[in-house]
T-cell receptor, first 117, second 116 residues
Framework: AQKITQTQPGMFVQEKEAVTLDCTYD???????LFWYKQPSSGEMIFLIY??????QNATEGRYSLNFQKARKSANLVISASQLGDSAMYFC??????????????FGTGTRLTIIP | GAGVSQTPSNKVTEKGKYVELRCDPI?????LYWYRQSLGQGPEFLIY????????DSGLPNDRFFAVRPEGSVSTLKIQRTERGDSAVYLC??????????????FGPGTRLTVL
């Protein structure tokens, strides 16, 4: 089974609208971390937001928020007031196990977001 | 401050040749990671260093792949007898484990390897 599933290969959104990028995950660990990264056409992966499995509140970082539904094993990224510069590939990733000793990230296949002016 | 740097940015080689890819992590970061990203896919984990030692090399696809980090800073990914299927973007990342909590990984721009 896929550990990280991103079901939206591509999305088109009007500028200034909010957008939700879906991510579901599969793990039997109680302790894990979820990440979202942005990859512009330049290729560099840019960290956006993190959610720990024990965090009770949804993470927020500026215009980014993470809609964490633990029972459903989903960690959707919400971008408010989208901008043209948000056009990029977005990857959801998971680190299984506690923070130290289990460092590798498992990535999904990504969603290509295109913001329309 | 300087981010993660990788050299070369592009490498074209012929099948069967040996290649080395270099990664300079962010200064002070003790953890270093290598990932491989094929076209249309997310990055796939190859190996992780904590200091000079490889703490997890479970992602290396076979014994043609090897990585070192002799002084706990710069790392080199070495691929012997390259095959066309090795063509991909090789990404390096580093993190500061002392930070605790999220330990987010900071990625370099990648090396695009093409094996003809």
């Amino acid at each position: 089974a896929q550990k990280i599933t991103q079901t939206q290969p591509g999305m088109f959104v009007q500028e200034k609208e909010a957008v939700t990028l879906d991510c579901t995950y599969d793990t039997s660990d109680q302790s894990y971390g979820l990440f979202w990264y942005k990859q512009p056409s330049s290729g560099e992966m840019i960290f956006l937001i993190y959610q720990g499995s024990y965090d009770e509140q949804n993470a927020t970082e500026g215009r980014y928020s993470l809609n964490f539904q633990k029972a459903r094993k989903s960690a959707n990224l919400v971008i408010s007031a989208s901008q043209l510069g948000d056009s990029a590939m977005y990857f959801c990733a998971m680190r299984e196990g506690p923070n130290f000793g289990n460092e590798k990230l498992t990535f999904g296949t990504g969603t290509r977001l295109t913001i329309i002016p | 401050g300087a981010g993660v740097s990788q050299t070369p940015s592009n490498k074209v080689t012929e099948k069967g040749k040996y290649v080395e890819l270099r990664c300079d992590p962010i200064s002070g970061h003790t953890a270093l990671y290598w990932y491989r990203q094929s076209l249309g896919q997310g990055p796939e984990f190859l190996i992780y260093f904590q200091g000079t030692g490889a703490a997890d090399d479970s992602g290396l696809p076979n014994d043609r792949f090897f990585a070192v980090r002799p002084e706990g800073s710069v790392s080199t990914l070495k691929i012997q007898r390259t095959e066309r299927g090795d063509s991909a973007v090789y990404l390096c990342a580093s993190s500061n484990r002392d930070r605790g909590g999220r330990n987010e990984q900071f990625f370099g721009p990648g090396t695009r390897l093409t094996v003809l």
